[in-house]
Protein backbone atom coordinates (compact mmCIF):
# COMPACT_ATOMS: atom_id res chain seq x y z
CA UNK A 1 0.00 0.00 0.00
CA UNK A 2 2.93 2.03 1.04
CA UNK A 3 4.81 1.51 -2.34
CA UNK A 4 8.05 -0.23 -0.28
CA UNK A 5 8.68 -3.70 -0.53
CA UNK A 6 9.84 -6.25 2.20
CA UNK A 7 13.47 -8.07 2.08
CA UNK A 8 12.67 -9.47 5.13
CA UNK A 9 9.83 -12.16 4.19
CA UNK A 10 12.43 -15.20 3.55
CA UNK A 11 14.05 -15.02 6.86
CA UNK A 12 11.00 -14.48 8.83
CA UNK A 13 9.26 -17.04 7.24
CA UNK A 14 12.72 -19.32 8.58
CA UNK A 15 12.23 -17.73 12.05
CA UNK A 16 8.90 -18.44 12.38
CA UNK A 17 8.47 -21.86 10.97
CA UNK A 18 11.59 -22.69 12.77
CA UNK A 19 9.87 -21.33 16.18
CA UNK A 20 6.65 -23.65 15.56
CA UNK A 21 8.89 -26.76 14.58
CA UNK A 22 10.75 -26.35 17.75
CA UNK A 23 7.60 -25.71 20.10
CA UNK A 24 5.99 -29.07 17.90
CA UNK A 25 8.94 -31.31 18.88
CA UNK A 26 8.47 -29.67 22.61
CA UNK A 27 5.49 -30.88 22.76
CA UNK A 28 5.31 -34.13 20.95
CA UNK A 29 8.28 -35.01 23.00
CA UNK A 30 7.74 -33.52 26.24
CA UNK A 31 7.09 -36.98 28.40
CA UNK A 32 10.91 -38.00 27.54
CA UNK A 33 12.15 -34.39 27.74
CA UNK A 34 10.94 -34.05 31.03
CA UNK A 35 12.35 -37.33 32.05
CA UNK A 36 15.67 -36.99 30.96
CA UNK A 37 16.19 -33.59 32.29
CA UNK A 38 14.89 -34.70 35.88
CA UNK A 39 17.61 -37.48 35.19
CA UNK A 40 20.47 -34.92 34.76
CA UNK A 41 19.20 -32.84 37.45
CA UNK A 42 19.43 -35.47 39.86
CA UNK A 43 22.50 -37.10 38.44
CA UNK A 44 24.03 -33.00 39.06
CA UNK A 45 22.76 -33.14 42.53
CA UNK A 46 24.55 -36.35 43.14
CA UNK A 47 27.98 -34.16 41.54
CA UNK A 48 28.21 -37.13 39.04
CA UNK A 49 31.04 -36.42 36.67
CA UNK A 50 29.86 -35.43 32.82
CA UNK A 51 26.35 -34.78 33.34
CA UNK A 52 24.61 -34.08 30.09
CA UNK A 53 21.49 -32.22 30.09
CA UNK A 54 18.94 -33.19 27.03
CA UNK A 55 17.57 -29.67 26.24
CA UNK A 56 17.53 -26.49 27.48
CA UNK A 57 16.56 -25.62 31.08
CA UNK A 58 13.89 -22.87 29.01
CA UNK A 59 11.93 -25.82 26.73
CA UNK A 60 11.96 -27.84 29.97
CA UNK A 61 10.42 -25.46 31.64
CA UNK A 62 7.99 -25.61 28.03
CA UNK A 63 7.97 -29.20 28.19
CA UNK A 64 6.56 -29.16 31.90
CA UNK A 65 4.06 -26.49 31.00
CA UNK A 66 2.63 -28.36 27.79
CA UNK A 67 2.19 -31.44 30.09
CA UNK A 68 0.32 -29.46 32.00
CA UNK A 69 -1.67 -28.26 29.39
CA UNK A 70 -2.92 -31.76 28.78
CA UNK A 71 -0.46 -31.86 25.45
CA UNK A 72 2.67 -33.78 25.87
CA UNK A 73 3.30 -36.05 23.52
CA UNK A 74 0.41 -35.47 21.61
CA UNK A 75 1.09 -34.73 17.50
CA UNK A 76 -2.12 -33.44 17.08
CA UNK A 77 -1.58 -30.89 19.56
CA UNK A 78 1.95 -30.45 18.70
CA UNK A 79 1.22 -29.80 15.26
CA UNK A 80 -1.54 -26.99 16.62
CA UNK A 81 0.84 -25.12 19.24
CA UNK A 82 3.15 -25.03 16.15
CA UNK A 83 1.14 -23.55 13.71
CA UNK A 84 -0.33 -21.06 16.41
CA UNK A 85 3.06 -20.14 17.32
CA UNK A 86 3.85 -19.63 13.76
CA UNK A 87 0.75 -17.10 13.06
CA UNK A 88 1.59 -15.13 15.90
CA UNK A 89 5.53 -14.62 15.58
CA UNK A 90 5.06 -13.76 12.03
CA UNK A 91 2.49 -11.40 13.14
CA UNK A 92 4.25 -9.77 15.91
CA UNK A 93 7.07 -9.12 13.43
CA UNK A 94 5.13 -7.69 10.78
CA UNK A 95 3.47 -5.40 13.19
CA UNK A 96 7.04 -4.70 14.75
CA UNK A 97 8.12 -3.69 11.15
CA UNK A 98 4.84 -1.67 10.31
CA UNK A 99 5.60 0.04 13.35
CA UNK A 100 9.15 1.23 12.52
CA UNK A 101 7.79 2.13 8.69
CA UNK A 102 5.08 4.59 9.95
CA UNK A 103 5.72 6.03 13.49
CA UNK A 104 9.68 5.75 12.93
CA UNK A 105 9.91 7.33 9.71
CA UNK A 106 11.99 4.24 8.46
CA UNK A 107 12.64 3.53 5.01
CA UNK A 108 10.94 0.66 4.02
CA UNK A 109 14.12 -1.36 2.67
CA UNK A 110 16.25 0.05 5.87
CA UNK A 111 13.44 -1.47 8.68
CA UNK A 112 13.07 -4.60 6.33
CA UNK A 113 16.96 -5.43 5.87
CA UNK A 114 17.64 -5.15 9.66
CA UNK A 115 14.96 -7.64 9.96
CA UNK A 116 16.69 -9.68 7.13
CA UNK A 117 19.61 -9.99 9.24
CA UNK A 118 17.73 -10.46 12.76
CA UNK A 119 15.47 -12.99 11.96
CA UNK A 120 18.09 -14.96 10.22
CA UNK A 121 20.47 -14.36 12.80
CA UNK A 122 17.47 -15.53 15.35
CA UNK A 123 17.29 -18.78 13.46
CA UNK A 124 20.33 -19.98 12.79
CA UNK A 125 21.02 -19.48 16.92
CA UNK A 126 17.97 -21.61 17.07
CA UNK A 127 18.91 -24.43 15.10
CA UNK A 128 22.55 -24.02 16.79
CA UNK A 129 23.54 -23.62 12.96
CA UNK A 130 22.38 -26.40 11.78
CA UNK A 131 18.87 -27.94 10.23
CA UNK A 132 15.13 -28.02 12.07
CA UNK A 133 13.66 -31.50 11.68
CA UNK A 134 9.91 -31.82 12.31
CA UNK A 135 9.24 -34.90 15.52
CA UNK A 136 5.33 -35.04 13.96
CA UNK A 137 6.03 -38.57 12.06
CA UNK A 138 2.77 -37.54 9.59
CA UNK A 139 0.72 -34.86 10.64
CA UNK A 140 2.92 -31.52 9.75
CA UNK A 141 3.91 -33.48 6.79
CA UNK A 142 0.71 -34.13 5.09
CA UNK A 143 -0.73 -30.56 5.95
CA UNK A 144 2.52 -29.30 3.88
CA UNK A 145 2.77 -31.33 1.17
CA UNK A 146 -1.20 -32.49 0.79
CA UNK A 147 -3.88 -30.68 -0.75
CA UNK A 148 -7.12 -31.00 -2.84
CA UNK A 149 -6.82 -33.52 -5.97
CA UNK A 150 -7.61 -31.97 -9.55
CA UNK A 151 -9.91 -34.56 -11.28
CA UNK A 152 -8.75 -36.28 -14.34
CA UNK A 153 -5.06 -35.21 -14.15
CA UNK A 154 -2.24 -37.48 -13.87
CA UNK A 155 1.63 -36.91 -12.87
CA UNK A 156 2.61 -40.22 -13.12
CA UNK A 157 1.60 -42.00 -16.31
CA UNK A 158 3.78 -44.82 -15.78
CA UNK A 159 2.79 -45.63 -11.89
CA UNK A 160 0.19 -48.52 -11.08
CA UNK A 161 -2.47 -46.06 -10.25
CA UNK A 162 -2.91 -42.66 -11.18
CA UNK A 163 -1.50 -39.84 -8.87
CA UNK A 164 -3.59 -36.68 -9.64
CA UNK A 165 -2.09 -33.09 -9.44
CA UNK A 166 -2.82 -31.85 -6.36
CA UNK A 167 -3.64 -27.57 -5.43
CA UNK A 168 -1.41 -27.84 -2.27
CA UNK A 169 -3.04 -26.82 1.23
CA UNK A 170 -0.46 -23.84 1.41
CA UNK A 171 -1.38 -22.20 -1.91
CA UNK A 172 -5.42 -22.39 -0.56
CA UNK A 173 -4.74 -21.22 2.34
CA UNK A 174 -2.85 -17.74 0.25
CA UNK A 175 -6.02 -17.74 -1.94
CA UNK A 176 -8.17 -17.51 0.92
CA UNK A 177 -6.37 -15.01 3.00
CA UNK A 178 -6.07 -12.41 -0.39
CA UNK A 179 -9.49 -12.60 -0.65
CA UNK A 180 -9.97 -11.70 2.75
CA UNK A 181 -7.84 -8.78 3.04
CA UNK A 182 -9.41 -8.04 -0.19
CA UNK A 183 -12.43 -7.54 1.27
CA UNK A 184 -10.80 -6.21 4.26
CA UNK A 185 -8.96 -3.25 2.47
CA UNK A 186 -11.74 -2.50 -0.04
CA UNK A 187 -15.03 -2.78 1.41
CA UNK A 188 -14.91 -2.10 4.79
CA UNK A 189 -14.58 1.27 6.57
CA UNK A 190 -11.36 0.10 8.56
CA UNK A 191 -9.79 -1.04 5.32
CA UNK A 192 -10.22 2.60 3.38
CA UNK A 193 -9.04 4.45 6.31
CA UNK A 194 -5.72 2.13 6.22
CA UNK A 195 -5.57 2.64 2.54
CA UNK A 196 -5.80 6.35 2.29
Avoid at 147 to 167: D, H, K, S
Wanted: aromatic residues 8%; glycine residues 14%; hydrophobic residues 55%.
Amino acid sequence: ILGGFDLSGGSLIAFSGGLGVLAMNTVINAPELIAAYDQALNAAAAKAPMVQFPCSGFRYGLAKLFSTMGLAGSEAGGVAVAFVLIVLAATLAGWLTGLLVTKGKLAPFIATLGGLAAYRSLSLAMADGGEYRSGSASMFKAIGTGGIPIPGTNVAPMAPQPVPLLIPWPVLVFVLLAILAHVLLTRTRYGRYVVS
